[in-house]
């Protein structure tokens, strides 16, 4: 039976109650954006109707009996995933910057958009929850933690070629949390965590050093008095790097006006550059055969170890051979990423900016320079509702105010006590949903919200570190405040489910 005709247990008004509180929040806010400009955007009352049908889907959820939305878990994936392909084939953007992550679904003159990306962060929580369960006595196997990733891997891909690499990313800690909650051997989520690290760092560290190297660069070339190159610098910017790295850019005529004998010695140059002006990290993980020979080093010796702890019959050696080798085989990774998955300058911006926003004047280095005042300047109580001076209008000082950047507004407005009161219950709503885990009567409704319990913190959590300053601009929307259908209706569904588990913590 697929909804329950009694009552089994009391909802979490609580987080009932959080949920609602985020959401009138995040109407007002886009509300004061709106309020003092001629024919607005309408944002507020299309929120409020996002709002209202998320808290339809939200009870209707809570009826359903979680255990039956796990046994179609596989069924609902594959729906996500063939969505996430028609996507790749046939969305579109909706404006001119972004990702094409939007499908377009009509019926006569009626249509909505709707973002799958967002929707396949849930179906992969229900199907990953079922996977660990059915595996929980084999979980400490490194080998059956290949599905998991086949699970998670897929869906990231097709996000990435969107391209939404912020998106993509996001699925990482969901995975990790309820690997981690599922019972993995610790040594080999932390392994994975290293490997996915160094392999994504170390390339995304090389290419930033080269954005910024570019003025060092023409400044060289100045002293050195080679004028002749500067016109190649000036022409091409941060791509000088792959031209000389013999990567394709743009269209093929480009490169081909370049002479042969000009492009050895700027080649020459940029080496003796490299040599005397950049830092000794910068030297070493850009130069393959550092790269290589510390890779080989560290795996020969990890195969060692390994060796002798099979001949002693010693277990104690995974704890040296374990990491060394991890990190050895990260290090030929990121060689691998650096050279065949080059990063669109504007990646690299939105991921490194938060380190030096000086240095970047448009795209992501704006959005943090112009986020953090807008914050400090509600200072204490805040410049009060419908005067956000720096995040309302149709073109606010601070961009994307009444999305990825909707808490610089709110905060603006009621500054820091304001903050505090909406932080309260952004993070009540995670911290209800780790009671429900811990209370669920069986391990699939505690993996299951444990996995709900990890996309909702790391949005809330990375969203707010990113208007602060203090973590990379990855484009994650604040969870129930951010103005956006797909995202509000997804997590909406997703508390349903927690309250679906909560109900049903002493059913038989």
């Not at 987080?15 to 004061?32: A, D, E, H």
């Not at 808290?55 to 009826?63: E, G, H, I, T």
């Amino acid at each position: 039976m697929i909804f329950q005709e009694r009552r089994l247990d009391k909802i979490d008004y609580l987080l009932v109650f959080s949920v609602f509180v985020v959401g009138l929040c995040g109407i007002l806010t886009l509300y004061s954006q709106e309020a003092n400009i001629e024919n607005g955007l309408g944002r507020w009352y299309k929120q409020l109707f996002y709002f209202i049908i998320g808290l339809a889907c939200m009870f209707l959820v809570a009826r359903i009996n979680y255990q039956l939305i796990g046994s179609y878990a596989l069924p609902i994936y594959i729906f996500i995933i063939v969505l996430l392909i028609v996507t790749w084939l046939f969305g579109y953007l909706p404006s001119n910057r972004g990702a094409q992550s939007w499908l377009r679904i009509g019926f006569g003159g009626f249509s909505v958009n709707v973002q799958p990306s967002e929707f396949a962060k849930l179906s992969t929580i229900i199907l990953l929850g079922q996977y660990l369960v059915l595996k929980e006595r084999e979980i400490k196997n490194i080998t059956v933690l290949l599905i998991p990733f086949t699970i998670v891997l897929i869906p990231m891909l097709l996000i990435i070629i969107q391209p939404d690499l912020g998106t993509a990313l996001s699925f990482l800690p969901i995975l990790f949390s309820m690997l981690f909650l599922g019972g993995a051997d610790i040594f080999h989520i932390g392994s994975l965590i290293v490997f996915g690290g160094f392999s994504l760092i170390i390339p995304m560290y090389i290419e930033f050093m080269k954005l910024t190297l570019v003025d060092d660069l023409t400044n060289f070339l100045q002293r050195e008095e080679k004028t002749e190159l500067l016109s190649l610098v000036n022409k091409y910017g941060s791509k000088i790097w792959a031209i000389l790295e013999q990567r394709k850019i743009g269209s093929s005529k480009e490169t081909a006006t370049i002479a042969p004998e000009k492009l050895r010695m700027l080649g020459e140059a940029v080496e003796q550059f490299v040599e005397e002006e950049t830092n000794i990290f910068f030297r070493m993980l850009s130069s393959d055969s550092f790269m290589i020979t510390v890779g080989s080093i560290l795996v020969i010796f990890s195969l060692i170890m390994i060796i002798l702890a099979v001949a002693r019959g010693n277990h104690n050696f995974r704890k040296i051979y374990i990491p060394i080798g991890v990190i050895g085989i990260s290090i030929f990774s990121a060689l691998m990423v650096t050279k065949f998955i080059p990063f669109s300058e504007n990646q690299v911006i939105r991921l490194t900016a938060f380190l030096n926003p000086e240095e970047f004047k448009r795209g992501a280095g704006y959005q943090l320079r112009a986020s953090k005042p807008a914050i400090g300047s509600g200072r204490f109580f805040g410049k009060g509702l419908l005067n956000g001076e720096m995040t309302e209008g149709r073109i606010p000082h601070v961009p994307e105010s009444g999305t990825d950047f909707i808490f610089t507004s709110w905060a603006e407005q009621t500054g820091f006590m304001g903050s505090v009161f909406l932080l309260f219950f952004l993070f009540l709503i995670p911290l209800r949903g780790l009671q429900i885990s811990f209370e669920s009567k069986d391990r699939y409704g505690s993996l299951l919200a444990a996995g709900i319990v990890a996309l909702i913190f790391f949005h809330i959590f990375i969203n707010i570190g990113i208007v602060m300053g203090l973590l990379p601009v990855t484009g994650l929307p604040l969870s129930f405040m951010s103005y956006g259908g797909s995202h509000m209706i997804m997590s909406m569904i997703a508390v349903g489910i927690l309250i679906s588990i909560k109900m049903r913590k002493h059913a038989n």
